[in-house]
C-alpha cells in the first residue's frame, strides 16, 4: 500500500511534467479518484489516510495542509519521485489520462453529485462545512457499479 503523499508526489510531478502544474484542489480530486477506482478495481485501498467530504469535495485532510499555503495558485514544489509499484504506476496513469483533463473545478462538480460524497455529507448543504469522512466501501461499491456499467474503452472516451 502507498500513501497519501506518494500518490500526490506522483500526481504533481505528472502535472508539472506536461506542463500543466496543479492547485491543491485538483490535487485532492485526482487523490481521491485514484484511491476510489483503486478500491474499485482491487478491492483494496490505494492508502490508509481518511478522506473527508469537505465544502469543495474530497481531501484528504493530511495533504490539504501541506499544501494550503499554495491557496488557489498551483503547487510549484518539485517533490521527489516516490517509490512506487508498476502496477500503481499503470492506475495513477490510467486515472490521470481520464480525469487529468478536467479543471478543478469540473472535478469538484463531478463529486458533488457522486454518491459517496453525497452519503459521507448526509444532507449537509453544500456550503457548510463538514469532516465527515467518505468511507472506503462506499467508494468501491459505486465505482464499481460504474465501471460495471460502461465498458471501460468507452468510459475513457466519455470523460
Known amino acids: 500500500m502507498a500513501t497519501a503523499r506518494q500518490i500526490a508526489d506522483y500526481i504533481i510531478r505528472f502535472s508539472?511534467?506536461?506542463?500543466?502544474?496543479?492547485t491543491?484542489?485538483?490535487?485532492?480530486?485526482?487523490?481521491?479518484?485514484?484511491?476510489?477506482?483503486?478500491?474499485?478495481?482491487?478491492?483494496?485501498?490505494?492508502?490508509?489516510?481518511?478522506?473527508?467530504?469537505?465544502?469543495h469535495g474530497p481531501v484528504v485532510p493530511s495533504l490539504y495542509q501541506e499544501f494550503r499555503g499554495y491557496k488557489w495558485n498551483p503547487i510549484s514544489e518539485r517533490?521527489?519521485?516516490?517509490?512506487?509499484?508498476?502496477d500503481i504506476r499503470k492506475h495513477l496513469d490510467e486515472v490521470l489520462e481520464v480525469y487529468g483533463i478536467e479543471t478543478a473545478y469540473a472535478l469538484e462538480r463531478m463529486t458533488h453529485q457522486e454518491e459517496p460524497w453525497l452519503k459521507a455529507r448526509g444532507g449537509i448543504p453544500e456550503d457548510q462545512e463538514c469532516r465527515n469522512p467518505i468511507?472506503?466501501?462506499d467508494m468501491l461499491q459505486f465505482y464499481k457499479k460504474m465501471g460495471d456499467a460502461e465498458d471501460p474503452k468507452e468510459q475513457s472516451s466519455k470523460r
Do not use: C
Open 16 to 22: 508539472q511534467d506536461r506542463g500543466d502544474p496543479i
Open 135 to 137: 468511507n472506503d466501501m
Open 79 to 86: 517533490p521527489r519521485e516516490p517509490d512506487l509499484p508498476d
Open 24 to 55: 491543491n484542489l485538483k490535487l485532492q480530486k485526482l487523490v481521491y479518484y485514484s484511491h476510489a477506482w483503486h478500491l474499485a478495481l482491487t478491492g483494496r485501498p490505494l492508502f490508509s489516510e481518511r478522506i473527508e467530504a469537505w465544502v
